[in-house]
């Protein structure tokens, strides 16, 4: 990059900083000419600004006045046109993962069912990412879904959603950590039917997902399945799905720090839960509480004992 552009996007930074502030201070930026100027380059032809510049809109997209600012001025429609033209793009990977990013922080700001209403495209979209062969496009694809469906206002728009819904278990928005409320009995049944239904085997699908060579990937299964953890049908799958209790007890599977962490989550979820000891047994249980007591990082201490014999 360079070094006119470095302190071009710098200034671009402090003035939607200054922007973010209220109203009076948007407006007063806006006078200026150099927010319009940011506005220009996000819908111009440089892919690569536009990748930049649409992390900066959706920062100012933050704040209640930006989203105001940014719908009267027509730029969502102007996002929105330009998804539904990057399938005609070859360039388009470069930015439309930040393009998707933008309306699923929107659509959680505001309301999931207005947004995904209005523009379509941002879910159809959503839903061609995970088809993806781009890891960094399954990333943002799930972890979308997992922003959409993490209230329950989303989760039953996903629902209408064709075809989509199902994929709201590619992602964390049927966290465990999920209020009691929000946990009814519809909600459940939804989710164990969408879970059924997206292969013959689902559980072997994600794990299958999780041997990827890729922590995003592997990670992004974990979460699938911590998200159904605390689920009393989903653990029964767990319990007799050969191997797997064994792959959810084996820390030399995860390498780096996010898939240990993930694999704790997991774990955490599985050994709080109320009717984990009674499906999977206690020594399981147990085997659980072990587990989750020494921690996401914990390694076994190698015997000594040869060593002492031989001396």
């Known amino acids: 990059m360079k070094t006119n552009d470095v302190v071009r996007y ?3 930074e402090l003035i939607v900083e200054i922007s973010s502030v209220s109203t009076e201070s948007l407006t007063y930026c806006t ?3 150099l927010v319009t100027q940011l506005l220009k380059e996000l819908t111009g032809e440089d892919v690569l600004v536009r990748a930049t510049c649409i992390e900066m809109v959706t920062s100012l997209a933050y704040t209640h006045h930006g989203r105001q600012y940014l719908a009267q001025e027509g730029v969502i429609d102007q996002i929105s046109n330009i998804i539904v033209g990057a399938d005609s793009d070859p360039f388009s ?3 439309l993962p930040g393009f998707v990013k933008f309306f699923g922080n929107l659509a959680i700001m505001d309301s999931p069912q207005q947004i995904c209403e209005r523009y379509p495209i941002f879910v159809e979209k959503v839903f061609e990412m995970t ?5 960094t496009m399954i990333g943002v694809a799930v972890d979308t879904i997992g922003i959409l469906g993490s209230n329950v206002e989303g989760k039953q728009v996903l ?5 989509v819904g199902q994929l709201i278990l590619k992602s964390r928005s049927f966290d465990s950590k999920s209020s009691p409320e929000q946990q009814t009995d519809d909600l459940l049944r939804m989710t164990e039917s969408w879970f059924s239904s997206l292969s013959r085997d689902p559980l072997e699908l994600f794990r299958g997902i999780s041997n990827q060579p890729f922590p995003e990937l592997h990670c992004a299964a974990l979460k699938v399945f911590t998200a159904i953890a605390n689920q009393p049908w989903a653990q029964k799958l767990m319990f007799n799905s050969p191997g797997f209790v064994e792959y959810v007890m084996d820390r030399s599977v995860e390498h780096d720090k996010a898939s240990k962490d993930a694999k704790y989550e997991l774990v955490k979820a599985l050994a709080n839960s ?3 000891a009674e499906i999977f047994g206690n020594p399981n249980y147990l085997r659980l509480r072990t587990y989750l007591s020494e921690g996401p990082y914990y390694v076994k201490p190698i015997s000594t ?3 002492e014999g031989a001396e």
């Open 10 to 12: 710098r200034v671009y």
């Open 31 to 33: 006078t200026s000419g």
């Open 93 to 95: 990977s470069f930015y």
């Open 131 to 135: 088809e993806s062969q781009d890891p």
């Open 159 to 163: 629902q209408k959603t064709d075809g």
């Open 274 to 276: 109320k009717t984990i």
């Open 305 to 307: 004992t040869a060593v």
